[in-house]
């Protein structure tokens, strides 16, 4: 589990949306390996199922396979770069999705650390909008948030009062005959 606090009130934020507009007993397809707020949302009694770890980029077969009802996409949209096929790809009805936005005061993000952990797409509000459109889903619900770092400076200041977090929850538009 993730030791953060910003991390512990983005997964809350996260779950609470989830539980507003995603009935438990939907099956899940998870977009990414297992991780912290997969097993939150087990927890709480969805059915969940993560991808493998596949380049999804490369290769969308967990999503055109999938029998699952909803597909959601914790901050992972952003290091695609090619979310509009995979958005495409996906056979489920439903999603939610959610990106940290772009933050007028900041470079795109880049890990020191990891090299494959990096923002290709650093998206407003209204481009994740206008790709979720374009791809076929129709938008019900939105939501942003601040979430404050536990770090001190001008940035993590400006990240009170600046949204960071971006969800939307959106169902698959279904063409006319």
Known sequence: MYASNSHKKRFKKTLRFLNRHIDPRSFILDLGVKNPLSKLMQDQGFKVENTTGEDLDENQTALINSKAE???????????????QILKSIKAQKLVVSVPLKL????AYR??????????HEFEDWQLNWLLEKTGWKIIATEKWIN????????SLLR??????????????TPKP
């Open 70 to 84: 909803v597909v959601t996409a914790f901050e992972i949209v952003e290091h695609l770069l090619s979310p509009y």
């Open 104 to 107: 007028w005061f900041a470079s």
């Open 111 to 120: 890990s020191k650390i990891d090299p494959l952990d990096r923002h290709f």
């Open 148 to 155: 404050p770092p536990e770090s001190f400076g001008f940035r």
């Open 160 to 173: 009170y009062f600046v949204p960071r977090h971006y969800i939307v929850y959106a169902e698959k538009i």
